[in-house]
């Protein structure tokens, strides 16, 4: 079955740590990645996307991930969090075998202690 | 508003009662989406619309249906529900459906308790 796998299901971190969330995927032919973010009370927000291109991307609030074909793995990074960036993270994925559908990961909580 | 609103945020109903979660988007899209959201699950795709027409239903029960009246409104009945379908339920849309440079733009969700 067409998945998306997110292996860190809860992740705490200490301010200035570095970031690396796990993402991926089993789909065959061409994708598009993305990662959202959800504050806590606020709506699923995009945090950045891969079309085409560079497979770094860069996103918003100094985050970046990299598409790894080889490996179906889009990875999101980020040097040094900090306490605002406590949230839950989701990756997604929608491909030329996936129809309408986006298909997301069960999501990463992140937790930054100050 | 900009985005995509959902009205009500929060919702209480017992098993026998009818309600309506309502979403509306004023991003100009084509495509809208509701997704239902359980912890620990991914988001689970429930039912897609384009240009008001009806394109996916992931074999949802029937106790939900979607309506879509025009291509910025967007309905999802509830009746007859089980606590099992306490959940958030997310709306999302996007300017066009499939593989066409697409992200999608999502509303805060209802966060929906069925007694």
């Known amino acids: 079955a067409q998945s998306v796998s997110q292996h860190n299901h809860h992740v705490i971190l200490s301010e200035a740590a570095s970031l690396e969330l796990g993402c991926n995927y089993s789909?065959?032919?061409?994708?598009?990645l993305f990662w959202y973010v959800q504050y806590p009370g606020q709506h699923l927000q995009l945090l950045l996307k891969?079309?085409?291109?560079?497979?770094l991307v860069k996103g918003i609030k100094g985050f970046e991930a990299e598409f790894i074909k080889s490996k179906f793995s889009f990875n999101l990074r980020k040097p040094s969090v900090q306490w605002s960036d406590t949230a839950e993270y989701f990756c997604?994925?929608?491909?030329?075998?996936?129809?309408?559908?986006?298909?997301f990961g069960t999501g990463t909580s992140l937790t930054v202690i100050p | 508003e900009t985005g995509v609103t959902q009205t009500p945020r929060h919702l209480v109903m017992g098993m026998t009662n009818k309600k309506s979660l309502k979403c509306e988007q004023h991003?100009?899209?084509?495509?809208m989406y509701w997704y239902k959201q359980s912890a620990k699950k991914p988001l689970e795709l429930m039912f897609v619309?384009?240009?008001?027409?009806?394109?996916e239903n992931n074999s949802v029960p029937s106790r939900f249906s979607p309506e879509c009246p025009n291509s910025s409104h967007l309905f999802l009945h509830l009746h007859t529900l089980q606590p099992e379908d306490s959940a958030l339920y997310l709306c999302?849309?996007?300017?066009?459906?499939?593989?066409?440079?697409?992200?999608?733009?999502f509303g805060p969700g209802t966060r929906l308790t069925v007694l």
């Open positions: 999302a849309s996007s300017q066009d459906l499939g593989f066409s440079y697409n992200e999608q733009f």
């Open positions: 789909y065959g032919g061409t994708v598009n």
């Open positions: 891969y079309f085409s291109g560079d497979p």
């Open positions: 997604a994925v929608n491909g030329t075998n996936t129809g309408n559908q986006f298909y």
């Open positions: 991003l100009g899209h084509n495509a």
């Open positions: 619309y384009s240009l008001e027409e009806r394109v």
